[in-house]
């Protein structure tokens, strides 16, 4: 399974998702975690140039969509239900990340 990680550190799970600048993407499969990239990411939200726009969503949404879950501190309804239907899970966590992804079946 591929997951996208919103993280500010690298460390721990501990950014907003439409304030994410970047996704740190991982392959979980049987236990093992590999890192696979990180994705750099214009964010949804408090930016002047993007606004909440749905442009501006789709697009960060179209960065992952190869990932079937994302683990952030925070998301809003709007978007994780857009991520829902792209067939995207959103997981709201403030864990380490190797310890979030640990966890993930």
Same mark, same amino acid.
């Given at each position: 399974?591929?997951?996208?990680?919103?993280?500010?550190?690298?460390?721990?799970?501990?950014?907003?998702?439409?304030?994410?600048?970047?996704?740190?993407?991982?392959?979980?499969?049987?236990?093992?975690?590999?890192?696979? +990239? /990180?994705?750099?990411?214009?964010?949804?939200?408090? &930016?002047? %140039? #993007?606004? *909440?726009?749905?442009?501006?969503?789709? @697009?960060?949404?179209?960065?992952?969509?190869?990932?079937?879950?994302?683990?952030?501190?925070?998301?809003?309804?709007?978007? +994780? /239900?857009?991520?829902?239907?792209?067939?995207?899970? &959103?997981? %709201? #966590?403030? *864990?380490?990340?190797?310890?979030?992804? @640990?966890?993930?079946?």
């Amino acid at each position: 399974m591929r997951v996208a990680i919103v993280s500010s550190d690298g460390k721990v799970i501990n950014q907003h998702f439409g304030k994410a600048s970047r996704f740190l993407i991982f392959e979980v499969d049987d236990g093992k975690i590999q890192y696979i +990239e /990180e994705r750099k990411n214009i964010p949804v939200c408090g &930016s002047a %140039e #993007t606004g *909440h726009a749905d442009n501006a969503l789709n @697009r960060t949404i179209a960065l992952i969509s190869d990932c079937q879950t994302v683990l952030c501190s925070r998301i809003g309804g709007g978007a +994780e /239900e857009e991520l829902k239907r792209n067939g995207i899970i &959103s997981v %709201e #966590t403030t *864990h380490f990340i190797h310890e979030a992804l @640990r966890e993930i079946k």
